[in-house]
């Protein structure tokens, strides 16, 4: 399987700086996006400890894959699944342990969202904490393939919300699960085939919350091989919109 990537990060219009980080590892085909939180600096510090951290644990084991894992792996997963699940429990613990040391860090954190095509069985494994999202593009249609771990989605599971009840929900922003928060963090894990021209796209919030999934998947849809100029629209569709946030975002294309 061959893979085409483009990644893109833009501050928005009314940040004044840029808390998002993201990571793009071809070689060991390992895609993510940070959306740091925590105040001016400390977001931004927990996003890049946390793609620079993964990228370091995907390099050692991709060298050695006898190389010592700082947990023990679950043996009901497979080796991949373990990989990916260890190397964003690794991004969590260094994030807190920082952060405990540094008073002016304190309280940082941030989400992940995670895309890692394993060598072999064509398949896609995706990692996420917090409300960073990952989306499946295929044949023209867009699948949200991460469940956000929001304030927000936790009361749509519990009670039917309208769309103007979603829209005036004061607490849009509130994240019940990052990476930081504790020295140890629940990573969910979603497990997709993977199929030819299959496009994955992941991206923190100021685009998600910015843009509606039906707008996403026409831009997408209008870049058939140009992920960068797909990108590059994602992050003008949202600042146009209000970039209220800043906008980040990956896009990996497979081919089969």
């Given at each position: 399987m061959r893979l085409s990537h483009a990644g893109?990060?833009?501050v928005g219009r009314k940040r004044t700086h840029n808390e998002d980080a993201y990571l793009l590892l071809p070689e060991e085909s390992l895609f993510s996006v940070a959306d740091g939180m925590g105040g001016h600096a400390s977001g931004e510090v927990a996003a890049r400890i946390a793609v620079e951290e993964m990228a370091e644990f995907f390099r050692t084991t991709g060298r050695d894959e006898e190389a010592t894992w700082p947990y023990k792996t679950d043996p009901a997963r497979a080796y991949d699944e373990n990989r990916l699940l260890?190397?964003?429990k690794l991004a969590n613990?260094?994030?807190f342990e920082r952060a405990a040391t540094d008073e002016r860090l304190r309280g940082m954190g941030t989400t992940l969202v995670a895309g890692y095509?394993?060598?072999?069985?064509?398949?896609?494994l995706v990692g996420h904490v917090g409300d960073s999202r990952a989306y499946l593009f295929r044949k023209g249609t867009?699948?949200?393939l991460t469940e956000d771990h929001s304030l927000l989605n936790d009361y749509r599971k519990s009670r039917a919300l309208t769309p103007e009840e979603i829209e005036a929900f004061p607490h849009k922003n509130v994240i019940v699960r990052a990476l930081g928060m504790r020295d140890a963090v629940e990573v969910d894990l979603v497990r997709e085939q993977v199929e030819d021209g299959d496009v994955l796209?992941?991206?923190?919030d100021g685009l998600s919350g910015m843009v509606p999934?039906?707008?996403i998947a026409e831009i997408v849809r209008g870049h058939p091989v140009d992920l960068r100029g797909a990108g590059q629209?994602?992050?003008?569709?949202a600042n146009e919109a209000g970039g209220q946030d800043n906008v980040t975002c990956v896009l990996v294309q497979a081919h089969v």
């Open positions: 893109t990060s833009d260890t190397s964003v613990l260094r994030i095509f394993p060598k072999s069985g064509g398949t896609l867009l699948r949200q796209l992941l991206c923190s999934d039906d707008r629209a994602l992050v003008d569709a």
